[in-house]
């Protein structure tokens, strides 16, 4: 890792800094974009990593993967499974669904972070059966064998796959039933569940009624026993940003009830399932859906329990280019990054933050570090308004108490030099560190720096390499 110290007051070229503009008073040329850093604050921003796939939580690395997932990066919640397998068919219980690795693992999130908050949501179905000893049972059960991704075990209904037809319908109290039961088997394991998510992508399971919903969330709280606090209701966590206005909040149990609905609902989340990587990133949609959230009621906690796409196989370059996904979802209004997935197999698919097997790992990724920058500084401060004039550079700010993150992504394969102007009225106190990854020089970690502050200023101008990422870190006094 390289660090390096540059003085504001004079014109440098290590990095390819170049001086900046309000400080030096140098004839220095215009800088290529103004990213301009508004006053106001929005929408609060909470992170997570998701733990819901644990294939490879492997015993002798959980102390590790725990101290990754919620010591060293300082998220808010971690997203835990709850798992079909538990009672699979009704009124028969397997404990080892969850003694065996997910409530150690929860036990070990707890020893390296007390205060993390577990957001629990369905596992799909498909994984409570094996594909090969369960052959005979699935066939017998569900048409064609196709289980789908159903987040509920088959007795509790609603799956449109099933051969029994009473089972078809949704089953209500089995359901909250199922629900109450996974929060009670929690708590007396002594673990608290914050956030409850009600579905997993498939939505068959409300049968397009939301006062199916409504009476799940009713429901729940009278089945729980003494002690056991009512978690916060996500939902429909939607397998795409379209899919959540179309079967969500424009479906004709909806439409005419939003404002009714979602004061029911503590936080209104969706997918991103589609997007395999910026190039298939579908902003459009995302940003509707936030529109019509935020038409409804602007303070709406609004999350997104799995983002996809922010995928780089293995590679740094694609890690630090896909960030985009991430900043997108901010700057769209969404207060909640669950990101998919927190860890996976060595050999698998590019999804992961950190990669492990039982002979190597774990091994962080750019995206596990770009991550950390974000959440060490920011997590449970705010999202900041701001704009520039060149849309291949994409900025994303934020703040918490008086420390402020700016963030400056150059999507072109040129270098920018980039002014970063803040409010009149804001200034920033001491230097200003400098976190940069170069997808050219297959940056994991970044190389640091810093900007050493002269005077009483609040601009600067840097040059970002051709498809680089970098984030300013700094104190600021926001001023009133």
């Given at each position: 890792?390289?660090?390096?110290?540059?003085?504001?007051?004079?014109?440098?070229?290590?990095?390819?800094?170049?001086?900046?503009?309000?400080?030096?008073?140098?004839?220095?040329?215009?800088?290529?974009?103004?990213?301009?850093?508004?006053?106001?604050?929005?929408?609060?921003?909470?992170?997570?990593?998701?733990?819901?796939?644990?294939?490879?939580?492997?015993?002798?690395?959980?102390?590790?993967?725990?101290?990754?997932?919620?010591?060293?990066?300082?998220?808010?919640?971690?997203?835990?499974?709850?798992?079909?397998?538990?009672?699979?068919?009704?009124?028969?219980?397997?404990?080892?669904?969850?003694?065996?690795?997910?409530?150690?693992?929860?036990?070990?999130?707890?020893?390296?972070?007390?205060?993390?908050?577990?957001?629990?949501?369905?596992?799909?179905?498909?994984?409570?059966?094996?594909?090969?000893?369960?052959?005979?049972?699935?066939?017998a059960l569900f048409k064609k064998g196709n289980i789908g991704m159903a987040a509920y075990p088959a007795w509790v209904g609603g799956h449109k796959r099933i051969l029994k037809r009473e089972h078809r319908r949704t089953r209500k109290d089995e359901w909250a039933r199922y629900l109450a039961d996974y929060l009670n088997l929690m708590a007396k394991n002594g673990l608290d569940i914050a956030y409850l998510d009600l579905m997993n992508e498939d939505q068959t399971m409300w049968e397009g009624d939301i006062d199916n919903i409504l009476y799940v969330i009713d429901r729940i709280p009278k089945r729980l026993e003494g002690g056991v606090a009512t978690p916060k209701i996500v939902f429909p966590s939607t397998w795409s940003p379209g899919d959540g206005l179309r079967r969500f909040l424009d479906s004709p149990s909806v439409a005419a009830r939003r404002h009714e609905v979602l004061r029911r609902i503590d936080v209104v989340s969706t997918h991103n399932t589609p997007d395999s990587g910026r190039d298939k990133f579908n902003v459009a949609d995302l940003d509707a859906f936030a529109r019509a959230v935020r038409a409804v009621d602007s303070g709406k906690e609004m999350w997104n329990t799995e983002m996809h796409g922010?995928?780089?196989?293995?590679?740094?370059?694609?890690?630090?280019?896909?960030?985009?996904?991430?900043?997108?979802?901010?700057?769209?209004?969404?207060?909640?990054?669950?990101?998919?997935?927190?860890?996976?197999?060595?050999?698998?698919?590019?999804?992961?933050?950190?990669?492990?097997?039982?002979?190597?790992?774990?091994?962080?990724?750019?995206?596990?570090?770009?991550?950390?920058?974000?959440?060490?500084?920011?997590?449970?401060?705010?999202?900041?308004?701001?704009?520039?004039?060149?849309?291949?550079?994409?900025?994303?700010?934020?703040?918490?108490?008086?420390?402020?993150?700016?963030?400056?992504?150059?999507?072109d394969g040129k270098a920018k030099s980039v002014e970063v102007k803040l409010p009149p009225k804001m200034r920033v106190r001491g230097g200003v560190e400098t976190r940069l990854w170069e997808a050219a020089k297959g940056d994991v970690t970044p190389r640091s720096g810093r900007l050493e502050q002269c005077g009483d200023a609040q601009n600067w101008t840097f040059v970002v390499p051709a498809q680089a990422l970098v984030h300013f870190v700094f104190d600021v006094d926001i001023g009133k």
């Amino acid at each position: 890792m390289g660090s390096y110290v540059v003085r504001w007051c004079v014109i440098a070229s290590t990095f390819a800094f170049a001086a900046p503009l309000a400080l030096a008073g140098a004839n220095v040329e215009k800088a290529d974009v103004t990213v301009t850093v508004a006053e106001k604050m929005l929408q609060p921003v909470h992170f997570g990593v998701d733990a819901e796939r644990l294939w490879f939580f492997w015993p002798e690395q959980r102390e590790k993967l725990a101290e990754l997932a919620v010591g060293k990066l300082k998220v808010d919640f971690a997203r835990v499974p709850i798992n079909c397998a538990y009672e699979r068919e009704e009124g028969a219980t397997n404990m080892s669904a969850y003694a065996d690795v997910i409530i150690p693992m929860m036990k070990t999130f707890r020893k390296y972070n007390p205060g993390i908050r577990f957001f629990a949501s369905p596992r799909p179905l498909k994984e409570a059966y094996d594909k090969e000893k369960d052959r005979e049972l699935v066939a017998a059960l569900f048409k064609k064998g196709n289980i789908g991704m159903a987040a509920y075990p088959a007795w509790v209904g609603g799956h449109k796959r099933i051969l029994k037809r009473e089972h078809r319908r949704t089953r209500k109290d089995e359901w909250a039933r199922y629900l109450a039961d996974y929060l009670n088997l929690m708590a007396k394991n002594g673990l608290d569940i914050a956030y409850l998510d009600l579905m997993n992508e498939d939505q068959t399971m409300w049968e397009g009624d939301i006062d199916n919903i409504l009476y799940v969330i009713d429901r729940i709280p009278k089945r729980l026993e003494g002690g056991v606090a009512t978690p916060k209701i996500v939902f429909p966590s939607t397998w795409s940003p379209g899919d959540g206005l179309r079967r969500f909040l424009d479906s004709p149990s909806v439409a005419a009830r939003r404002h009714e609905v979602l004061r029911r609902i503590d936080v209104v989340s969706t997918h991103n399932t589609p997007d395999s990587g910026r190039d298939k990133f579908n902003v459009a949609d995302l940003d509707a859906f936030a529109r019509a959230v935020r038409a409804v009621d602007s303070g709406k906690e609004m999350w997104n329990t799995e983002m996809h796409g922010w995928v780089g196989t293995r590679s740094p370059a694609d890690d630090i280019l896909n960030s985009v996904i991430l900043w997108r979802h901010l700057a769209a209004g969404f207060s909640g990054i669950d990101t998919w997935l927190f860890f996976g197999p060595w050999k698998g698919a590019g999804h992961p933050m950190v990669y492990s097997n039982r002979r190597h790992g774990p091994e962080t990724t750019a995206k596990y570090e770009i991550f950390k920058s974000v959440v060490n500084d920011t997590c449970g401060g705010r999202y900041v308004a701001s704009a520039t004039t060149d849309e291949r550079i994409v900025p994303a700010v934020l703040v918490k108490g008086g420390r402020m993150l700016v963030s400056l992504l150059n999507t072109d394969g040129k270098a920018k030099s980039v002014e970063v102007k803040l409010p009149p009225k804001m200034r920033v106190r001491g230097g200003v560190e400098t976190r940069l990854w170069e997808a050219a020089k297959g940056d994991v970690t970044p190389r640091s720096g810093r900007l050493e502050q002269c005077g009483d200023a609040q601009n600067w101008t840097f040059v970002v390499p051709a498809q680089a990422l970098v984030h300013f870190v700094f104190d600021v006094d926001i001023g009133k």
